[in-house]
T-cell receptor, first 115, second 111 residues
Framework: DADVTQTPRNRITKTGKRIMLECSQT?????MYWYRQDPGLGLQLIYY???????NKGEISDGYSVSRQAQAKFSLSLESAIPNQTALYFC??????????????FGPGTRLTVL | KNQVEQSPQSLIILEGKNCTLQ??????????LRWYKQDTGRGPVSLTI???SENTKSNGRYTATLDADTKQSSLHITASQLSDSASYIC??????????WGAGTKLIIKP
């Protein structure tokens, strides 16, 4: 079984619709992240959470919101989707181990298309 | 501005050949540098991590080097296999847990 799962894997939606991407992990990690990946660009951090009561904005949080429902679950919402939010979205987790050395483990990604 | 630049953008080599991918960074202060492999349609997977004091680290056929003075890292792949076809991403950690991601090098191995 995959350690980090994302649902849905693919989603096509229309401009203005609200959608939610979900992430679950069985690695027991405290820290969870949401990234988006666009062709030719590095991964961009949207939001991250170091524990259930901790939510932080990343580089590109505008137009997105998140919810950390439990240690194992972290969801990303697009309140009103727009075409330039078409991208590949990844959820990742990491341990809190030695500061700066921890590895991030990624889910399989959600390909989102906004028409 | 903290940046990570990778070259080449894409590379095609024949199976069995060696190749070297480059990563230049301007991140300061520097904490560590990690190389990830991303197969098409999958999330990135860590290959190796380099800290300030490390010059070379190997993981099977993958060898990473780090020159902290010139702020350059390379990933050398020996005796390439078809399964090495993927994007290779360099990520540098700066201060306050900040990660700066490169855009990646897309490597295609041809039989």
């Amino acid at each position: 079984d995959a350690d980090v799962t994302q649902t849905p894997r693919n989603r096509i939606t229309k401009t203005g619709k609200r959608i939610m991407l979900e992430c679950s992990q069985t690695k027991g990690h405290d820290r969870m992240y949401w990234y988006r990946q666009d062709p030719g660009l590095g991964l961009q951090l949207i939001y991250y959470s170091f524990d259930v009561k901790d939510i932080n904005k990343g580089e590109i949080s505008d137009g997105y919101s998140v919810s950390r429902q439990a240690q194992a679950k972290f969801s990303l919402s697009l309140e009103s989707a727009i075409p330039n939010q078409t991208a590949l979205y990844f959820c990742a987790t990491s341990d809190s181990g030695l500061a700066g050395v921890y590895e991030q483990f990624f889910g399989p990604g959600t390909r989102l298309t906004v028409l | 501005k903290n940046q990570v630049e990778q070259s080449p953008q894409s590379l095609i080599i024949l199976e069995g050949k060696n190749c070297t991918l480059q990563c230049n960074y301007t991140v300061s202060p520097f904490s560590n540098l990690r190389w990830y492999k991303q197969d098409t349609g999958r999330g990135p997977v860590s290959l190796t991590i380099m800290t300030f004091s490390e010059n070379t680290k190997s993981n099977g056929r993958y060898t990473a080097t780090l020159d902290a003075d010139t702020k350059q890292s390379s990933l050398h792949i020996t005796a390439s296999q078809l399964s090495d076809s993927a994007s290779y991403i360099c990520v540098v950690r700066g201060s306050n847990y900040q990660l700066i991601w490169g855009a990646g090098t897309k490597l295609i191995i041809k039989p």
